[in-house]
Nanobody
């Protein structure tokens, strides 16, 4: 399984970004997809999740109403649309894939992880 996240960058507070994650080497529709993030000197934290079919989503309270996760099973892609960005959203964002459903948790190390993409929000 390979996951490649992209779309990070520098944005002003209040702005928007869309992160993308391309997946290969898996039957994509069978996998739940996750976005996680890790800010400097902080632990990795759950951001959003989408079920294999794309029918179910979950969000961390800190991003609810501002971020939207979506999944395109035809293209093996998962997205994270981020609006109203805040300085506290600054982090390296990772996508992960798992057959397991973690309601608000962080996927395990033996799940599939991509390299992160850095999002920097300037205030």
């Amino acid at each position: 399984v390979q996951l490649q996240a992209s779309g990070g960058g520098l944005v002003q507070a209040g702005g928007s970004l869309r992160l993308s994650c391309a997946a290969s080497g898996l039957t994509f529709s069978n996998y739940n997809m996750y976005w996680l993030r890790q800010a400097p000197e902080k632990e990795r934290e759950f951001v959003a999740a989408v079920s294999g079919s794309g029918a179910f989503t979950r969000y961390a309270d800190s991003v609810k109403g501002r971020f939207t996760i979506s999944k395109d099973n035809a293209k093996n892609m998962v997205y994270l649309q981020m609006h109203s960005l805040k300085s506290e959203d600054t982090a390296v964002y990772y996508c992960a894939a798992s057959r397991r459903w973690y309601t608000f948790g962080v996927p395990r190390d033996d799940d599939s992880w991509g390299r992160g993409t850095l999002v920097t929000v300037s205030s």
